[in-house]
């Protein structure tokens, strides 16, 4: 969902107030999504944001979302983290980096003989 991403995005960049809003309608539109699965998958990823807590979503027959600067998306989106954002929209899990430790080394537990004691 990086494109909704970006229109949400351009939407912050042209921002005059303090709140952008949009409807699913508007997003569709501005995104050239006309078939019932790309709405469907709009709306998942739509849903996907405000269920983290990053998108208000007014409630009605024709629910508007809601961002309101000094939110973390609205700033996360004012220095471009499109990537991270769209992860998100999309319900993927991050790929991180683990640093992976050998099997073969046992783990350092202390002293091993009863008459030592551990520190």
Known sequence: MR??????????LGAKGGVVSFTLKQAKRALGAESKAEEAELKAAL???VALGLLQKAPGKKPR???QRGTPL????????TDLLAALADRRPLQTERT???RSQPAQRGPTSPGEKRI
């Open 100 to 102: 992976s430790q050998t």
């Open 3 to 12: 494109r909704l991403v970006e229109y949400v995005r351009n939407l912050v």
């Open 65 to 67: 979302y809601i961002l």
């Open 74 to 81: 609205w700033s996360a989106l004012e220095q471009g983290c």
């Open 47 to 49: 849903e996907a944001l």
